[in-house]
């Protein structure tokens, strides 16, 4: 990290090189640094300047290395720092009260205002502000917690600098403090105290994004490979169900064969076996809620089932098995010294091990006070309807009880904890089926068969959804509906993935 004096020395060798220079551009490399492109009057070359707020190497330099610059939206910050300071002329770039702080001065602004850009560089602690004549924040970089009521800086606030330090003798010069680097890449440089800086402080903000990454990494895998092994585990245990089928559907012949001695509300009946070599009797156990006929038919319904499942249960299991490796093949590379961390991601999700990453939209954060947490993830279908699946046992119940109309529909894989998922028809009478399918498909990954080829789905109107009283959180009754025998398609996956958005406020 930077001391006070070092920033002193790297204020005063900048100053010389940009005094008086015109603010040609800015350059957003979020989420902690940018790049200030200086024009000196006269000059036919420009001079960058690089501010970087990296928690692990906050740092002030002019650039010598190549810059891969951000391309996409970018946050309040960086539009208000272009906005208020492109053009303009810089009138004095200095150190503030021996601090760890930089304030660059600009007139001839775009709004023809006196506007000033502030720079802490406190490690973890670091922000960047641009402020009025009156020092006023207009923006800032890092907002301040939510939960302070009264932060020391936010926009609106006057900006103050910290408590005043003196630089402490014992503080050494930049020049020993870091070693000596190589050359820079034009061989010599005018700004030999920022080269120091630069090489020895970007490698050290590389060398930490690349660990947390890595670390992030190795995370995501560990999730999936759990997830992939419960899949392993439900296919293991479907494989040994459909063993019992035909003992199944011998119950459902037995019954049928003996209705009339099933008495209604009976837990059990005990019937000749004529499936056994040696005779005797078999109990088969009965739902007392069930007419007779609706017990065997249910047994047949249950070995249609299995049979379905022996179908496809050998090839699912494979594939199960086969990501199961995969992932514990990734989990082993990541942790890796010599694994790149960002191609071992690319590979993963080019491979679908592992589901693209859902940066948010820096334009999502330009209200500091966060909206009212939401018991639901909000997609969007084929069509443009908003998809809502619940984050979890609790939030099912709120998703669909308080934050479903009665028309919309309402889906839940069948035999299988999950999401609750609603399709908001907003008014609308029917679905549009391919977003209904888009639904389905959100129910399936968002429960233990998220890696099944096929899924059966319950679909339902949410008015046809009931809690029982005293029932567990997310355990729900239906009084109708259907269920839709889903074929998954992986990539409709991805896409419905990639829609993902906060969901909207209360309203």
């Known amino acids: 990290m930077l001391a006070a004096r070092h920033v002193r020395e790297l204020a005063a060798e900048l100053a010389e090189l940009v005094d008086g220079a015109e603010l040609r551009d800015v350059h957003p490399l979020p989420p902690h640094d940018f790049l200030l492109v200086f024009a000196p009057q006269g000059a036919d070359f420009v001079r960058r300047i690089r501010v970087s707020l990296h928690p692990d190497a906050s740092r002030l330099h002019l650039q010598h290395g190549r810059v891969e610059l951000h391309e996409g939206s970018v946050g309040p910050f960086f539009r208000a720092l272009e906005g208020e300071l492109r053009g303009a002329r810089l009138v004095r770039l200095a150190q503030v009260r021996d601090d760890r702080v930089v304030r660059l001065d600009f007139a001839e602004t775009p709004s023809g205002r006196a506007r000033a850009l502030v720079i802490e560089l406190f490690g973890r602690r670091s922000n960047a502000y641009v402020v009025d004549a009156d020092d006023r924040i207009l923006a800032l970089l890092v907002p301040p917690p939510s939960e302070k009521s009264d932060p020391r800086a936010a926009v609106g606030k006057t900006w103050l600098p910290p408590a005043g330090r003196a630089i402490a003798p014992d503080e ?296 029982p009283r005293g029932a567990k959180p997310g355990l729900v009754h239906l009084s109708g509906g259907k269920i839709l025998d889903l074929r998954v398609q992986p990539e409709r996956i991805r896409r419905l993935l990639e829609t993902a958005r906060t969901p909207p406020p209360a309203g």
Do not use: M
């Open 172 to 467: 050494v010069a930049l020049a020993e403090r870091f070693a000596e680097p190589p050359p820079p890449p034009r061989g010599t440089t005018e700004a030999p105290l920022s080269w120091r800086v630069e090489h020895a402080l970007s490698a050290r903000a590389d060398s930490a994004d690349r660990e947390r990454f890595a670390r992030e990494l190795v995370e995501r895998a560990k999730r999936k490979l759990e997830r992939a092994r419960a899949l392993e585990h439900g296919l293991v245990e479907r494989a040994k169900a459909g063993d019992d089928a035909e003992r199944v559907r011998q119950d459902g012949e037995l019954l049928k064969a003996h209705l009339g001695a099933i008495a209604r509300g009976a837990t059990h009946v005990d019937v000749e076996d004529f499936y056994a070599e040696s005779g005797g009797t078999r109990r088969i156990a009965l739902d007392p809620k069930k007419r007779p006929l609706d017990n065997a038919e249910a047994y047949f319904e249950r070995y249609r089932k299995l049979l379905r499942a022996r179908e496809t249960v050998a090839e699912e299991l494979e594939r199960a098995r086969a990501k199961c490796a995969a992932l514990a093949a990734l989990l082993e590379r990541a942790g890796g010294a010599d694994a790149d961390p960002r191609e071992l991601e690319a590979q993963a999700i080019a491979s679908g091990l592992l589901d693209p990453r859902q940066e948010p939209d820096a334009r999502r954060r330009e209200k500091h006070k966060p909206e009212p947490r939401k018991p639901y993830r909000s997609y969007r279908g084929t069509k443009g309807s908003e998809i809502r699946v619940g984050r979890n046992a609790a939030d099912n119940d709120d998703l669909t009880f308080h934050h479903a109309r009665g028309n919309d529909v309402w889906l839940h894989t069948a035999d299988t904890p999950g999401s609750h998922v609603v399709l908001v028809l907003a008014g609308r009478p029917e679905p549009d089926q391919e977003e209904l399918v888009d639904a389905a498909h959100l129910a399936a990954h968002f429960s233990p068969l998220a890696e099944a080829a096929r899924v059966r789905v319950h679909v339902a109107r949410r008015k046809e959804v009931h809690k």
